[in-house]
């Protein structure tokens, strides 16, 4: 008997099946599916005219050369109207990102929803609160009057910086634009706390302080500059691995060769078009560089710079393009502000210090080849036959996002692309990958707390981990749509002192329990929650989540959020901006509610708590938050935007992602085609205008000039190039014991903190443990050998893992994955941040490792890997 059920057999939609549009609820690439619901006990025919995707499955050949159908792309979930339905979820052909194209991530968008004869059946169903040490059901009007008393009684006698979250700040998963709008109107108005933070950072900020500062928003590009371009650049970006779609439907198309009739279309006359070329920048050889070059060898190049110098290296191509005068002249001289220039110069070109002399510090740093780094700025910069300009796309990605010096490497990127008038062209741009998909709307213009940006704006922003640790001013805190547990740096550190603090708060409920009998009702539970944390150092903690994740373990109060598809969202991808609608297709388990409903709830019981004692001043930043549906969140949000009636040559000064003017009928009607933000009324004839690609006619600056910045100095010798976090490793012999590199990132098959992933069969059985990549020298030297487990360890933390022998890592360095249930790699990391953004170092530490008895197979014997088991009894 299989552990799971398998499906020999998967139901054909009938003609009348509902269809509804949808994206994929994953990565940045926003691929396109449609989701078929009919009721069960109904099927269609095999015929095309007697099933709903017009296939004639009577035919194999013709099956088979049609839609991919999988097992995992089948479902059947509870409607609203609670039948049971149902589904199928398939890639949309006529989606102009993917075009039926599919990963493993989107390919199982139908296995993750909840069902109850499923693994997903662990979703939680119901607000829980903690009785000493284990979670009772409560009614959501208990739940959200205890949060709201709580909340209101912490803010009153501390302050709102007493209050603190770390949330979702991305699209997909449920937490679209109506979720970000709900969160930050609750955190920027209602509360009015400074003490925020993003999913996968310690504070609340931009992770691109470097390019936004240069007058760029990040996402600046479309999809087809990827097919029009002459050179790709992968940034720390393994785009194979993580956005596999855009990278496999249209990068690696260009590079084959099979884009060059679209170029001709785009190009100006007698401009040569030619198959693409690629620079991947990585100190590891990913499947992006092993794919890439298995199709054409002789147009990648790949560098791979020592962990934390890819500032250096940017900054010295721009140097060679400089030298070797392939700049762009006129570009820099038009549309880049000749002040801030000669900063750039001075400063990150070092022209006072000779080409070779400054070559020799690169390359003795950096460990990149001279000739290697000269040859990327040829492919980057070196006109075309004719004169004509390069036409590359720069896409970087978490690989220097979360790397050392995020400010100085961000803009020394951004600005390579400006030196070589890379930005508003036809296959050029420079921007982030993505992560996530965005779904970024907040109340900034009428936020009550102070908000900063970089050091240059305010900044930086305080970093929410080390203050809920070790600030006894931090009195409740918020977790939604985020595992921390798995994900925050240093995060081994970050959990014994959380739980500590959570431990301190249950400890004397539990004792006042003994004395006078649990409490009865919120407002009896309330007080005493406020009179503890009057007394202890306690932290009362809110999870909001879909699944009892691991740092729930520690709440005090759980609530249950709906997920994708359970629910209306919108969000864009990060290739196009492409606005889209997630449409609603089941209901939520249980009493699971969205996330945008229950941040409203909560402030409106604040608000009604102010009104009854006569605090109406306190209670109108509560007010406006009692919304119906998500159609009404979002239009809520866009009045955030600024008045979006401006020209073509006007788009650079309105937001990146304004949306103003757009509602959910709107995006249902045009379904895929969906709307590239920022969008704009055309003045002429009011009709609401999609951005193709930014920064055509301008920059995002006051006086639509690009601003240039000058580098940090830097030294070649190690010791003095990294901070102390890092140089402490090569003192008093910590060099001889923690003699690897460690450096950490994604996997194709395991999405973020794998929330959904542990409950997917085939997930899990590929991806049992978290493992590291070793290469094959330090594994001879060390005598391990793939399917072996090791323990990594250094001066912050441990953790076990599963090695694969390879060549990936350079001897000397090794890679691990950076999340998984079964154990998280980040205990290894540490907390520096940069002190420009407060933005972490995720991708360098130094470790120890070493060989533990027996290996997988063995493990395997003693451990389950049934992903059924959660904490809760």
């Given at each position: 008997m299989a552990l799971f059920e398998r499906k020999d057999y998967i139901p054909i939609p009938p003609k009348d099946a509902q269809k509804f549009t949808t994206v994929c609820?994953?990565?940045?690439v926003g691929c396109g599916y449609n989701v078929y619901r009919w009721p069960v006990g109904k099927e269609g025919g095999l015929k095309p005219n007697e099933n709903a995707?017009?296939?004639?499955?009577?035919?194999?050949?013709?099956?088979?050369?049609?839609?991919?159908?999988?097992?995992?792309?089948?479902?059947?979930?509870?409607?609203?109207?609670?039948?049971?339905?149902?589904?199928?979820?398939?890639?949309?052909?006529?989606?102009?990102?993917?075009?039926?194209?599919?990963?493993?991530?989107?390919?199982?968008?139908?296995?993750?929803?909840?069902?109850?004869?499923?693994?997903?059946?662990?979703?939680?169903?119901?607000?829980?609160?903690?009785?000493?040490?284990?979670?009772?059901?409560?009614?959501?009007?208990?739940?959200?009057?205890?949060?709201?008393?709580?909340?209101?009684?912490?803010?009153?006698?501390?302050?709102?910086?007493?209050?603190?979250?770390?949330?979702?700040?991305?699209?997909?998963?449920?937490?679209?634009?109506?979720?970000?709008?709900?969160?930050?109107?609750?955190?920027?108005?209602?509360?009015?706390?400074?003490?925020?933070?993003?999913?996968?950072?310690?504070?609340?900020?931009?992770?691109?302080?470097?390019?936004?500062?240069?007058?760029?928003?990040?996402?600046?590009?479309?999809?087809?500059?990827?097919?029009?371009?002459?050179?790709?650049?992968?940034?720390?970006?393994?785009?194979?691995?993580?956005?596999?779609?855009?990278?496999?439907?249209?990068?690696?198309?260009?590079?084959?060769?099979?884009?060059?009739?679209?170029?001709?279309?785009?190009?100006?006359?007698?401009?040569?078009?030619?198959?693409?070329?690629?620079?991947?920048?990585?100190?590891?050889?990913?499947?992006?560089?092993?794919?890439?070059?298995?199709?054409?060898?002789?147009?990648?190049?790949?560098?791979?710079?020592?962990?934390?110098?890819?500032?250096?290296?940017?900054?010295?191509?721009?140097?060679?393009?400089?030298?070797?005068?392939?700049?762009?002249?006129?570009?820099?001289?038009?549309?880049?502000?000749?002040?801030?220039f000669e900063d750039y110069k001075k400063k990150s070109l070092m022209l006072d210090v000779p080409y070779d002399e400054f070559m020799r510090r690169v390359e003795k740093?950096?460990?990149?080849?001279?000739?290697?780094?000269?040859?990327?700025?040829?492919?980057?910069?070196?006109?075309?036959?004719?004169?004509?300009?390069?036409?590359?796309?720069?896409?970087?990605?978490?690989?220097?996002?979360?790397?050392?010096?995020?400010?100085?490497?961000?803009?020394?990127?951004?600005?390579?692309?400006?030196?070589?008038?890379?930005?508003?062209?036809?296959?050029?741009?420079?921007?982030?990958?993505?992560?996530?998909?965005?779904?970024?709307?907040?109340?900034?213009?009428?936020?009550?707390?102070?908000?900063?940006?970089?050091?240059?704006?305010?900044?930086?922003?305080?970093?929410?981990?080390?203050?809920?640790?070790?600030?006894?001013?931090?009195?409740?805190?918020?977790?939604?749509?985020?595992?921390?547990?798995?994900?925050?740096?240093?995060?081994?550190?970050?959990?014994?002192?959380?739980?500590?603090?959570?431990?301190?708060?249950?400890?004397?409920?539990?004792?006042?329990?003994?004395?006078?009998?649990?409490?009865?009702?919120?407002?009896?539970?309330?007080?005493?929650?406020?009179?503890?944390?009057?007394?202890?150092?306690?932290?009362?903690?809110?999870?909001?989540?879909?699944?009892?994740?691991?740092?729930?373990?520690?709440?005090?109060?759980?609530?249950?959020?709906?997920?994708?598809?359970?629910?209306?969202?919108?969000?864009?991808?990060?290739?196009?901006?492409?606005?889209?609608?997630?449409?609603?297709?089941?209901?939520?388990?249980?009493?699971?509610?969205?996330?945008?409903?229950?941040?409203?709830?909560?402030?409106?019981?604040?608000?009604?708590?102010?009104?009854?004692?006569?605090?109406?001043?306190?209670?109108?930043?509560?007010?406006?938050?009692?919304?119906?549906?998500?159609?009404?969140?979002?239009?809520?949000?866009?009045?955030?935007?600024?008045?979006?009636?401006?020209?073509?040559?006007?788009?650079?000064?309105?937001?990146?992602?304004?949306?103003?003017?757009?509602?959910?009928?709107?995006?249902?009607?045009?379904?895929?085609?969906?709307?590239?933000?920022?969008?704009?009324?055309?003045?002429?004839?009011?009709?609401?205008?999609?951005?193709?690609?930014?920064?055509?006619?301008?920059?995002?600056?006051?006086?639509?000039?690009?601003?240039?910045?000058?580098?940090?100095?830097?030294?070649?010798?190690?010791?003095?190039?990294?901070?102390?976090?890092?140089?402490?490793?090569?003192?008093?012999?910590?060099?001889?014991?923690?003699?690897?590199?460690?450096?950490?990132?994604?996997?194709?098959?395991?999405?973020?903190?794998?929330?959904?992933?542990?409950?997917?069969?085939?997930?899990?059985?590929?991806?049992?443990?978290?493992?590291?990549?070793?290469?094959?020298?330090?594994?001879?030297?060390?005598?391990?050998?793939?399917?072996?487990?090791?323990?990594?360890?250094?001066?912050?933390?441990?953790?076990?893992?599963?090695?694969?022998?390879?060549?990936?890592?350079?001897?000397?360095?090794?890679?691990?994955?950076?999340?998984?249930?079964?154990?998280?790699?980040?205990?290894?990391?540490?907390?520096?941040?940069?002190?420009?953004?407060?933005?972490?170092?995720?991708?360098?530490?130094?470790?120890?490792?070493?060989?533990?008895?027996?290996?997988?197979?063995?493990?395997?014997?003693?451990?389950?890997?049934?992903?059924?088991?959660?904490?809760?009894?």
């Amino acid at each position: 008997m299989a552990l799971f059920e398998r499906k020999d057999y998967i139901p054909i939609p009938p003609k009348d099946a509902q269809k509804f549009t949808t994206v994929c609820q994953y990565c940045n690439v926003g691929c396109g599916y449609n989701v078929y619901r009919w009721p069960v006990g109904k099927e269609g025919g095999l015929k095309p005219n007697e099933n709903a995707l017009g296939i004639d499955f009577s035919k194999q050949g013709v099956a088979l050369q049609s839609q991919a159908i999988v097992e995992t792309m089948h479902s059947v979930v509870r409607g609203e109207d609670g039948k049971l339905y149902n589904i199928l979820i398939i890639p949309a052909q006529d989606s102009p990102i993917n075009r039926g194209n599919y990963s493993i991530r989107g390919g199982t968008n139908a296995q993750a929803t909840y069902s109850p004869a499923r693994p997903t059946r662990n979703r939680l169903h119901h607000p829980l609160v903690r009785v000493g040490d284990q979670f009772m059901p409560i009614s959501w009007d208990e739940a959200i009057d205890l949060i709201a008393r709580v909340v209101k009684g912490v803010k009153d006698k501390w302050g709102p910086d007493s209050i603190a979250m770390k949330i979702h700040d991305h699209g997909g998963s449920g937490a679209g634009f109506e979720d970000n709008w709900a969160v930050g109107k609750f955190f920027f108005i209602a509360v009015g706390t400074r003490m925020l933070s993003i999913h996968n950072r310690p504070a609340y900020n931009s992770e691109v302080w470097g390019q936004r500062e240069r007058g760029v928003h990040e996402l600046n590009y479309t999809y087809e500059d990827a097919r029009l371009a002459d050179t790709i650049v992968l940034w720390g970006a393994n785009s194979f691995e993580t956005a596999s779609v855009f990278y496999t439907e249209h990068m690696l198309q260009n590079l084959q060769g099979t884009t060059i009739e679209e170029k001709k279309k785009e190009y100006l006359k007698g401009e040569p078009a030619e198959p693409g070329r690629m620079i991947i920048v990585d100190p590891r050889r990913t499947s992006s560089v092993t794919v890439a070059e298995a199709v054409a060898p002789d147009r990648v190049l790949h560098l791979r710079p020592n962990l934390g110098t890819d500032y250096v290296l940017a900054n010295a191509i721009a140097r060679v393009v400089w030298e070797k005068g392939w700049w762009d002249k006129e570009f820099v001289e038009k549309r880049t502000d000749l002040n801030t220039f000669e900063d750039y110069k001075k400063k990150s070109l070092m022209l006072d210090v000779p080409y070779d002399e400054f070559m020799r510090r690169v390359e003795k740093l950096t460990g990149v080849k001279r000739a290697d780094i000269e040859k990327a700025a040829e492919w980057i910069a070196k006109p075309k036959a004719g004169g004509f300009r390069r036409r590359t796309l720069i896409i970087y990605e978490k690989g220097v996002i979360w790397g050392y010096k995020n400010y100085d490497t961000i803009a020394a990127i951004a600005q390579l692309a400006a030196l070589t008038g890379n930005y508003g062209k036809p296959g050029t741009g420079c921007g982030r990958q993505g992560g996530h998909q965005e779904g970024y709307v907040r109340p900034h213009s009428k936020s009550r707390a102070k908000l900063v940006g970089s050091i240059y704006a305010g900044g930086p922003p305080p970093n929410i981990d080390e203050y809920v640790k070790n600030d006894p001013r931090a009195k409740v805190y918020f977790v939604a749509g985020t595992d921390p547990y798995l994900s925050t740096p240093n995060s081994q550190a970050y959990k014994k002192r959380v739980h500590e603090r959570t431990l301190t708060l249950t400890r004397y409920l539990s004792e006042q329990a003994k004395l006078a009998g649990e409490p009865a009702g919120s407002e009896e539970r309330a007080r005493r929650i406020l009179e503890a944390l009057e007394k202890t150092d306690g932290l009362f903690m809110v999870v909001i989540n879909m699944y009892e994740i691991e740092t729930a373990r520690d709440a005090h109060v759980i609530l249950p959020a709906a997920g994708w598809g359970e629910t209306p969202t919108t969000y864009i991808n990060c290739n196009s901006r492409l606005l889209r609608i997630a449409d609603q297709f089941m209901a939520p388990p249980g009493e699971a509610k969205p996330d945008w409903w229950i941040w409203g709830r909560i402030a409106t019981r604040m608000k009604e708590l102010y009104e009854m004692e006569g605090n109406y001043q306190e209670a109108k930043y509560c007010a406006g938050m009692d919304w119906k549906d998500a159609a009404e969140v979002f239009k809520d949000g866009w009045e955030e935007f600024p008045d979006n009636r401006v020209s073509e040559a006007d788009e650079a000064m309105l937001p990146a992602e304004c949306y103003r003017g757009v509602t959910h009928e709107y995006l249902r009607k045009v379904g895929q085609k969906g709307i590239q933000v920022p969008v704009r009324i055309d003045p002429k004839t009011g009709e609401l205008v999609g951005t193709k690609r930014r920064y055509v006619h301008k920059f995002g600056t006051p006086d639509g000039k690009f601003k240039w910045y000058g580098t940090d100095p830097w030294d070649p010798d190690p010791m003095k190039f990294y901070p102390p976090e890092i140089t402490k490793y090569f003192q008093n012999g910590n060099d001889k014991i923690f003699n690897f590199w460690f450096t950490n990132g994604r996997s194709q098959i395991i999405w973020q903190t794998g929330y959904n992933d542990r409950h997917l069969p085939e997930k899990v059985y590929t991806v049992p443990m978290p493992y590291i990549e070793m290469n094959p020298e330090d594994a001879k030297r060390l005598g391990i050998k793939s399917g072996d487990l090791v323990e990594l360890y250094n001066l912050e933390g441990n953790a076990v893992a599963l090695v694969f022998v390879n060549d990936a890592p350079p001897p000397g360095t090794v890679y691990g994955i950076m999340y998984h249930w079964k154990g998280s790699l980040n205990h290894l990391t540490t907390s520096y941040t940069d002190p420009k953004t407060t933005i972490p170092w995720y991708k360098a530490s130094r470790v120890a490792i070493r060989k533990l008895k027996g290996n997988l197979e063995d493990a395997l014997r003693n451990t389950s890997l049934l992903p059924i088991n959660n904490f809760r009894v």
